[in-house]
T-cell receptor, first 114, second 114 residues
């Protein structure tokens, strides 16, 4: 079965600094990868997705992620964070199985320091 | 596109009572998913529908839980004889059904069992 690991439970970054959130997946074939963001008390919003092709994908709000097959990783990056980026970030893998739903990591809580 | 709508946003109930949640997916999305999210965790898959057919259920979905999507549009999730361990955010998502289409999430229903 597929799984997702987000090794960092919390990350604190100063406003204006760069950001990288780590995500590692376990799956035997090429996965479909997603990053979602969740603000307190809200549902999840899709930031970006990778299905195939270019391994560097651009998303909304200035985020990007790079798929590295050799490392089984799909890390999320942003060159300069804003206070409004403070939220919970979830990496997810979809494998096109029976449910075609997603398996989520436990999330990384991003704190922005002024 | 008005997004996925869930009702109610919050529900407080006493242990042993029954509760029912409603989800209205994005129009013409034929797939509808229910997820559960507990504090500090990522969403966990519960069940999903393709139109009105319930195609998969997670082991997390005990026999006290039942979901329906009678006309292939809105869905309800009922929990009978609620337990304190049922306290969680219940998230609904929909997708157009193409292979590994991203899921569009609602804002969830927060259930508190006292």
């Amino acid at each position: 079965a597929q799984s997702v690991t987000q090794p960092d439970i919390h990350i604190t970054v100063s406003e204006g600094a760069s950001l990288e959130l780590r995500c590692n997946y376990s799956y035997g074939a090429t996965p479909y990868l997603f990053w979602y963001v969740q603000s307190p008390g809200q549902g999840l919003q899709l930031l970006l997705k990778y299905f195939s092709g270019d391994t560097l994908v651009q998303g909304i709000k200035g985020f990007e992620a790079e798929f590295k097959r050799s490392q089984s990783s799909f890390n999320l990056r942003k060159p300069s964070v804003h206070w409004s980026d403070a939220a919970e970030y979830f990496c997810a893998v979809g494998v096109g199985g029976g449910a075609d739903g997603l398996t989520f990591g436990k999330g990384t809580h991003l704190i922005i320091q002024p | 596109d008005t997004g996925v709508s869930q009702d109610p946003r919050h529900k407080i109930t006493k242990r042993g009572q029954n509760v029912t949640f409603r989800c209205d997916p994005i129009s013409e999305h034929n797939r509808l998913y229910w997820y559960r999210q507990t504090l500090g965790q990522g969403p966990e898959f519960l069940t999903y529908f393709q139109n009105e057919a319930q195609l998969e259920k997670s082991r997390l979905l005990s026999d006290r839980f039942s979901a329906e999507r009678p006309k292939g549009s809105f869905s309800t999730l009922e929990i009978q004889r609620t337990e304190q361990g049922d306290s969680a955010m219940y998230l609904c998502a929909s997708s157009p059904g193409m292979r590994n289409s991203p899921l569009h999430f609602g804002n969830g229903t927060r259930l508190t069992v006292t």
